[in-house]
């Protein structure tokens, strides 16, 4: 296993156009650069995980947080620890306010040598985050308003079963004056 402890500094990034982004949790720890790559839903759902184990577990909820410390420009393109996200475990030291997040990649899972990689982050890192990641999921493609599946980022129409099979592009076509009715 991998762990960096307590982290100087984290936060999350998307990563290309709308359509085609990718998601990823940056990390620092002195020398060390950890990113950790998930799908936008788990970005979302790591983010009130976060808001949620803060919210039931820690002793100073609703008090104001120290700013959080940011990665900076320097973390470069190849961390040290690099891959796809499996499965992610949360938990909270509450004596020491922490979080403690588990990872592991589908390599770790298949050794059964889990967790693969860890790390700690404070109270205010983890706020940080929980305000930060809800802009990352939303600066994606807008969502159709009838069945909220991403529009084409070409402006497309979609297939839209709230449009009950219409399409404003798809206009009906008319009968020829002289077609026989019978």
């Known amino acids: 296993m991998i762990d960096f402890g307590l982290v100087d500094a984290i936060d999350a990034e998307s990563i ?11 990390a620092r720890a002195g020398a060390n650069r950890a990113a950790l790559w998930m799908e936008k839903e788990q970005l979302a ?51 020491r306010e922490r979080i403690v997040l588990l ?14 990689f860890r790390l700690e982050l404070t109270r205010a890192m983890a706020l940080a985050l929980v305000q ?3 802009s990352i999921v939303a600066a994606g493609r807008p969502l159709c308003p009838l069945c ?10 979609h297939f839209c079963p709230g449009s009950n ?9 008319e009968q020829p004056a002289d077609a026989d009715d019978g």
Request: hydrophobic share 30%.
């Open 132 to 134: 930060r990641i809800p």
């Open 16 to 26: 290309g156009p709308p359509g085609e982004r990718t998601f990823r949790v940056r």
């Open 103 to 116: 990872a592991d990649d589908n390599e770790a899972l298949e050794r059964g040598d889990t967790p693969a």
């Open 148 to 157: 909220g599946r991403p529009l084409d980022a070409t402006g497309e129409t």
């Open 45 to 95: 759902t790591l983010g009130r995980a976060f808001s949620q184990l803060l919210a039931d577990r820690s002793g100073r909820r609703g008090s104001p947080a120290e700013p959080a410390p940011e990665i900076g420009d320097d973390f470069g393109e190849h961390p040290d620890v690099d891959f796809r996200i499996a499965r992610l475990e949360i938990d909270f030291d509450e004596e």
């Open 165 to 173: 099979g219409h399409s404003v592009d798809e206009p009906i076509p």
